[in-house]
């Protein structure tokens, strides 16, 4: 099965949002994917201000292979992503997003600000909404065009893996150990049952 976790890119930091607080600049992301990545991202220095937007672009579209009884390409195509909240934020750091609900293809922000007093360290945040995409297949000589609903974790369909907010001390560098950036596989979230199958069956994420 062919890894897809591009197959969002960037989800928490480009999905829908509410209580908008940043501007979305379309030249800043155009193609899918997300700026600054997480390693990229200015370090929150305990005790001193931060105020820091990142931009991202989700995908519209994605393939991937499914197994059921003979293999299956499948194309999914994301209508529209809403994120409802982002958790794991230092203390005193807060998420603000926009816009409220994302089209496929679609460019969104998010800013991260406050003061915080949280002890110095990485900060892994996860995003939770809803995906609305559906999925176009041929299979046992029928075409299917299917609706599909996700609600949960966003990370694990985003292309950067989990984001995290990094706390240093003042005088503190930032990032100066190597950070692991990881992505997971679909197959570790995705289950198609029974299989065998008598032609119906059912795909989780």
């Not at 075409?143 to 990370?155: A, E, K, S």
């Not at 596989?185 to 069956?201: E, H, I, K, R």
């Amino acid at each position: 099965m062919k890894k897809f976790y591009s197959l969002i890119a960037a989800l928490v930091v480009t999905v829908g949002f509410i209580n908008a607080q940043c501007t979305i600049d379309p030249s800043a992301q155009t193609t899918p994917g997300v700026n600054p990545t997480a390693d990229n991202l200015p370090c929150v220095v305990i005790g001193v201000p931060y105020n820091q937007t990142v931009q991202g672009q989700i995908t519209s579209a994605y393939d991937t292979t499914i197994t059921i009884v003979i293999s299956v390409q499948a194309h999914f195509v994301i209508d529209s992503v809403r994120m409802d909240s982002i958790t794991g934020l230092p203390a005193g750091i807060t998420a603000t997003w926009s816009p409220a609900v994302l089209a496929g293809g679609g460019n969104g922000c998010v800013n991260f600000s406050g003061t915080t007093t949280a002890s110095a360290g990485q900060y892994p945040i996860t995003a939770w909404g809803e995906v609305w995409t559906h999925a176009q297949a041929s299979a046992f000589g029928q075409n299917i065009d299917t609706p599909y609903t996700y609600h949960g974790q966003l990370n694990a369909l985003s292309s950067w893996g989990n984001y995290y907010l990094q706390v240093i001390t003042t005088g503190s560098a930032c990032h100066v150990t190597g950070i692991n950036n990881f992505s997971s596989d679909l197959n570790t979230a995705m289950s198609v049952y029974p299989n065998p199958s008598n032609g119906t069956f059912e795909l989780r994420l």
